[in-house]
């Protein structure tokens, strides 16, 4: 979830051009603003991994001739991490338990656009490090000012509560925008990338307890335009689980061990966990102007669909973990609720059993709970779980959200890439952090759920598939966010003479179910999906944006 498709970045760009100061008028939206859209700002909220860190420490490295200074790149310096990948760790890693730097080194996010636009400029990582250095480029080219692109770099290592504790980002954010209006005299247009999307959620509802509540939506209308929201995993990504089990690498010259060991010091690796799109937190905000105390678990409540649907509403289950009866240094498996009659009967005789666990067992815990006894990070796991997200005083980021009380607001994604919804994993009889092997990938493509192998797996899949890395169902949440009726536009992607253009206007929205398009495609091509809103809340406008064959 680096980097962003350039045809994607492209699309929201060419939304953003009016920023390029041709004092194009539109109907006024009142106060200073008047419509002018030169006025507005653009401000870049970045994804995960995608902002560069620099080293706060002096380390000396044994062993290698490359040391540790100030202000040393840490994310990304691949020369360094191949040279003395020990001293780079210590650099990277966070304690799991109260997120504190290495005692030997810390690193802290860099600022401005260069934090965002390459994450190691040189030739050994390429075009797989470029995050938006091409975007920042297109800017240019189309002639908008400087002064009207801001970055917000952020310690994506973090959860969204240490993100304030330690750094005051969210209070740095406030006051990004409010000197983004004092400077060019408008609102600003928000763009936000992968997990970016899942800060920029917080910090609206971190607003609502810094703000009082009759000037909130005062503050949102002046402040922010509109609010572009990218390959946002709005409920969440399978392959958080992947990475927290056996690791995911990104690409980098290390181990899966090695990177899941890092991943799982990161308090902001379950941010993305898959959740259940039935399943609500407690009303925070209320909270605070109750009796209650901000501070207490909010309970998960979840609506009588959840029993019933299959997965929680996802295509599969999300993991499905092979457990031995006994394992080294260990007890044997407690029993659980959730583990059926005929799982116990395996496991008497010895034999090893398998569990499958729902999007909704991932995010409340069940998962953790389950592994606790197998693996060395299942209580730390379930510590982080249950401090940094469960206990949020603000949100529990792990919860569907609503659509954001912004004006108008596009959700934009690529879609029909093969792209992971669950996996099979398996002891593989090696030490920690090596102890888990994937025996099994279980893939959407195109409406069909197929296993590593090629074979056809019984599921749910939806209409279509995801992005590579972020599945349809997950992407696809904000057309809920549509209002009860709904115009669908479906065009080539390519320059065309408008005969392929199909148009389907007023279409029911029934929002517990998505909207399947009456429209054709040509094989060969692709197309960009527009779902719009024909009739909607007053004063908000909600657009989705579908683009055939593209990451996001």
């Avoid at 004092?23 to 939206?29: L, P, R, S, V, Y």
């Avoid at 729902?358 to 209580?379: L, M, Q, V, W």
Wanted: charged letters at 20%.
């Amino acid at each position: 979830m680096i980097g962003g498709d350039s045809r994607v970045v492209l699309t929201v760009l060419l939304l953003f051009q009016g920023l390029g100061g041709e004092g194009i008028e539109f109907g006024g939206d009142g106060g200073d603003f008047g419509g002018d859209y030169s006025k507005l700002s653009g401000i870049i909220i970045p994804g995960f991994a995608s902002t560069q860190l620099r080293a706060w420490s002096i380390l000396d490295c044994p062993y290698s001739p490359l040391d540790f200074n100030p202000l040393d790149l840490v994310w990304l310096d691949t020369t360094k991490l191949l040279s003395a990948v020990n001293c780079w760790l210590k650099c990277i890693l966070l304690d799991p338990y109260n997120q504190t730097d290495h005692p030997e080194c810390k690193s802290r996010p860099d600022s401005g656009l260069s934090a965002i636009t390459e994450l190691d400029p040189g030739y050994i990582t390429g075009p797989l490090s470029s995050v938006w250095k091409e975007w920042i480029k297109w800017c240019i080219e189309f002639g908008i000012e400087a002064n009207a692109i801001i970055a917000v770099p952020y310690d994506w290592r973090l959860s969204p509560t240490m993100l304030e504790e330690r750094d005051l980002y969210f209070h740095k954010l406030k006051l990004t925008f409010e000197t983004a209006l004092k400077l060019r005299g408008g609102p600003s247009i928000v763009f936000a990338h992968s997990l970016g999307n899942n800060v920029f959620r917080y910090f609206l509802e971190w607003l609502k307890l810094e703000i009082a509540p009759k000037h909130y939506f005062e503050w949102l209308d002046q402040h922010i335009h509109a609010y572009f929201a990218v390959g946002a995993p709005l409920l969440g990504a399978p392959d958080t689980i992947k990475a927290i089990l056996s690791g995911s690498t990104f690409g980098l010259p290390i181990s899966e061990g090695t990177a899941r060991v890092m991943c799982n010091s990161f308090g902001s690796s379950m941010w993305m966990m898959p959740l259940s799109k039935y399943c609500r937190g407690e009303d925070v905000y209320w909270k605070h102007f109750s009796k209650g105390n901000g501070g207490v678990h909010h309970s998960y409540r979840c609506s009588e669909q959840e029993p019933r649907s299959n997965y929680s509403g996802w295509p599969t289950y999300i993991a499905n973990i092979e457990v031995p009866l006994v394992h080294a240094g260990y007890e044997a498996y407690p029993s659980l609720s959730e583990v059926t009659h005929e799982n116990l009967t395996s496991m008497e005789c010895g034999l090893p059993t398998q569990l499958s666990f729902s999007a909704r067992e991932t995010s409340d815990g069940t998962f953790f709970k389950a592994i606790e006894n197998y693996d060395p990070d299942g209580k730390r796991l379930s510590y982080q779980l249950h401090r940094l997200y469960h206990s949020d005083p603000v949100l529990n980021p792990l919860t569907p959200w609503d659509r954001p009380p912004i004006k108008t607001v596009f959700c934009i994604y690529g879609t029909d890439l093969k792209t992971e919804v669950g996996y099979y994993f398996a002891p593989s009889g090696k030490p920690y952090p090596d102890n888990w092997i994937i025996t099994d990938v279980i893939y959407e493509i195109e409406g069909s759920l197929i296993s590593r192998s090629g074979n056809l797996v019984d599921g749910d899949p939806g209409i279509a598939s995801g992005d590579e890395t972020v599945p349809y169902h997950s992407l696809s949440w904000c057309k809920s966010w549509l209002g009860p009726k709904v115009n669908i536009t479906r065009a080539p992607q390519s320059e065309h003479d408008g005969s392929d253009v199909q148009i389907d206007m007023n279409v029911e929205n029934n929002r517990e179910e998505d909207i399947v398009p009456n429209m054709t495609r040509s094989q060969r091509g692709k197309y960009i999906t527009y779902y719009e809103d024909s009739e909607s809340i007053p004063g908000k406008r909600t657009a989705v944006w579908e683009l055939d064959k593209e990451t996001s």
